[in-house]
C-alpha cells in the first residue's frame, strides 16, 4: 500500500515551453503533498506544500508564478512549470503524506527528470 | 539556519561489514526519516522515527532527542545496499511538515 506514482517519468521540452508533472497517490487520500526538486550532485529541496482546496505554500526563493502547482482532488497534485529555461533542469519529485490517529508518513513518488533545451 | 549534517559523505566498504551512517541536526524536531535514493532518482522510505531505535530486517535506525543525532546501520551488508542514503527532518513548531535534506552518504558495498 501507500503507493505514489509520478508522470512522466522523464520530459525533454524547448525553453520557453511549460511543462506539467503529474503526482498521484494510487491508494490513499492525500490532504498535502509535497514537491521537491533536486540538482545534480546536491540534496533535495522542498519547493512548496500543495493543500487539497487551497493555495500552495511555496518556500523562500521559489516562484510562484513560475512553478503552479494544483491540488485538486485528494489523489492528485499537478506541478507546471511555466516558460521553462535550461537552469531548471532538475529532478523533481513529489511525496504525499499519509497522517491520521498516531502516524504520519511521507510516501514518495519516483521523480521527474526534466530536461530543458 | 536549521541544517542537516551527515557523514560520511561516501563509503565503501567490503561485502558483509557492519555500516553505520550519522546524522545530526540543529533544532529542535518532530521526526526524522531516512531515505535511500539509488542511482535511477527514486526514493524509498526506510524509517521515520521520534525516539528510540527501530529494526527491519538488516536495517537499524536510532535517534538520541537530547544530543539531536541519529545514526542509521547495516547489518551484513551486500552489494544490493549501494545506494545515497538520505537523513532528512521536519522540524517541529512549524506549520507545514515539508521535509529538510542533508546530502546524503553515498554508499559503496563490494563483492
Known amino acids: 500500500g501507500a503507493v505514489v506514482s509520478q508522470h512522466p517519468s522523464w520530459v525533454i521540452c524547448k525553453s520557453g515551453t511549460s511543462v506539467k508533472i503529474e503526482c498521484r497517490s494510487l491508494?490513499?487520500?492525500?490532504?498535502?503533498m509535497f514537491w521537491y526538486r533536486q540538482f545534480p550532485k546536491q540534496s533535495l529541496m522542498l519547493m512548496a506544500t500543495s493543500n487539497e482546496g487551497s493555495k500552495a505554500t511555496y518556500e523562500q526563493g521559489v516562484e510562484k508564478d513560475k512553478f503552479l502547482i494544483n491540488h485538486a482532488s485528494l489523489t492528485l497534485s499537478t506541478l507546471t512549470v511555466t516558460s521553462a529555461h535550461p537552469e531548471d533542469s532538475s529532478f523533481y519529485i513529489c511525496?504525499?503524506?499519509?497522517?491520521?490517529?498516531?502516524?504520519?508518513?511521507?510516501?514518495f513518488g519516483p521523480g521527474t527528470r526534466l530536461t530543458v533545451l | 539556519k536549521n541544517e542537516v549534517e551527515q557523514s560520511p559523505q561516501n563509503l565503501t566498504a567490503q561485502e558483509g561489514e557492519f555500516i553505520t551512517i550519522n546524522c545530526s541536526y540543529s533544532?529542535?524536531?518532530?521526526?526524522l526519516h531516512w531515505l535511500q535514493q539509488h542511482p535511477g532518482g527514486g526514493i524509498v522510505s526506510l524509517f521515520m522515527l521520534s525516539s528510540g531505535k527501530k529494526k527491519h530486517g538488516r536495517l537499524i535506525a536510532t535517534i538520541n532527542i537530547q544530543e539531536k543525532h541519529s545514526s542509521l546501520h547495516i547489518t551484513a551488508s551486500h552489494p544490493r545496499d549501494s545506494a545515497v542514503y538520505i537523513c532528512?527532518?521536519?522540524?517541529?513548531?512549524?506549520?507545514?511538515?515539508?521535509?529538510?535534506f542533508g546530502k546524503g552518504t553515498h554508499l559503496i558495498i563490494q563483492p
Open positions: 533544532v529542535g524536531i518532530s521526526a
Open positions: 491508494d490513499f487520500q492525500a490532504t498535502t
Open positions: 511525496s504525499a503524506r499519509l497522517a491520521g490517529l498516531g502516524y504520519n508518513e511521507q510516501f
Open positions: 532528512a527532518v521536519t522540524y517541529s513548531g512549524g506549520g507545514a511538515d515539508g521535509l529538510t
